[in-house]
């Protein structure tokens, strides 16, 4: 099975800062890759599928970027709503998030 | 839209078995496959089972493989994920959710119901 590792697990960042995380995995996945924000007692939210790919409604300051084994969600000016936790997953044909990256107030 | 609402958590002993049931509409159900995603409490997310669009295939997590059954009717737009010999690590919040498509490109997951939690304890 392809492993997916995510970095870093905790991000101290404040308002208008770049903030970026990082999924890397084991073997190439093509783009078969996307990145979901969860918030405290809510189901996830999707933000980019197909490693860079914005979903309709999505903020522009979210982007995403990589293919192969390593991938990249930016976000370009941190805003307070943006201090979340989140994931990355690997769809292909297996499913597998990333351990998750908490974005904190610095 | 597409609306996907879970049922069935509650607490149970372990050993015990349990049924989730997820009702969707807002989309023609029989043409999507569909995932179970939970999440146990202070963790991460972690993928459970895929069924296909017609049933006819599915896939499991390590974790759950020949204790956990996913299945899906597709008459009545319901999907179901039976649970048995539950373990404590079983607890935790259950998604029911369905792949995602747009345009010519799927596979992730998207869009994901509320969730309904499972707790196991004696």
């Known amino acids: 099975d392809i492993q997916m590792t995510q970095s870093p697990s905790t991000l101290s960042a404040s308002v208008g800062d770049r903030v970026t995380i990082t999924c890397r995995a084991s073997q190439s996945i093509s783009s078969r890759l996307a990145w979901y924000q969860q918030k405290p007692g809510k189901a996830p939210k999707l933000l980019i599928y197909k490693a860079s790919s914005l979903e309709s409604g999505v903020p522009s300051r979210f982007s995403g970027s990589g293919s192969g084994t390593e991938f990249t969600l930016t976000i370009s000016s941190l805003q307070p709503d943006d201090f979340a936790t989140y994931y990355c997953?690997?769809?292909?044909?297996?499913?597998?998030f990333g351990q998750g990256t908490k974005v904190e107030v610095k | 839209q597409v609306q996907l609402v879970e049922s069935g958590g509650g607490v149970v002993q372990p050993g015990r078995s349990l049924r989730l049931s997820c009702v969707a509409s807002g989309f023609t159900f029989s043409t999507f496959a569909m995932h179970w995603v939970r999440q146990g409490p202070g963790m991460g997310l972690e993928w459970v089972a895929l069924i296909w669009y017609d049933g006819t295939n599915d896939q499991y997590a390590d974790s759950v493989k020949g204790r956990f059954t996913i299945s899906r009717d597709n008459s009545k737009n319901m999907l179901y994920l039976h649970m048995n010999s539950l373990r404590a690590e079983d607890a935790g919040v259950y998604y029911c959710a369905r792949e995602g498509w747009v345009g010519g490109d799927r596979g992730w997951i998207d869009p994901w119901g509320q969730g309904t939690l499972v707790s196991v304890s004696s």
């Open positions: 997953l690997l769809y292909n044909s297996n499913w597998t």
